[in-house]
């Protein structure tokens, strides 16, 4: 589904993170707890999309101008590059570096 959208909007767990990453598509983190808060300040500080503040502080006009910024021509290119970056294979990557470490 994430390849399809224009923008995601998640809780910045982990696995989101990544997985909107590589869908290559802007993020809106709205943190709720534990590392979701760092995962939130990575995707702003990458340039991939926008860090929201906590769910209890979030309202329209918040959610409103972290869409508009994911919009943005720099934020979708930032996102799109690290997706054209990230390996699609990280097992077989992995296996294929240790083989070369080993030779």
Request: net charge positive; proline share 5%; aromatic share 4%.
């Amino acid at each position: 589904m994430f390849p399809r959208v224009a923008a995601i909007v998640h809780h910045g767990g982990a696995g989101t993170a990544h997985a909107a990453a590589r869908a290559g598509k802007p993020q809106v983190v709205v943190p709720h707890m534990f590392d979701q808060f760092y995962h939130a300040l990575r995707v702003q500080q990458l340039g991939i999309g926008v860090s929201c503040p906590p769910r209890h502080q979030l309202n329209a006009d918040v959610m409103t101008q972290a869409l508009h910024q994911c919009s943005q021509s720099d934020v979708k290119a930032s996102a799109q590059s690290l997706a054209n970056r990230m390996v699609k294979d990280a097992a077989k990557a992995a296996a294929g570096q240790l083989s070369q470490e080993l030779a």
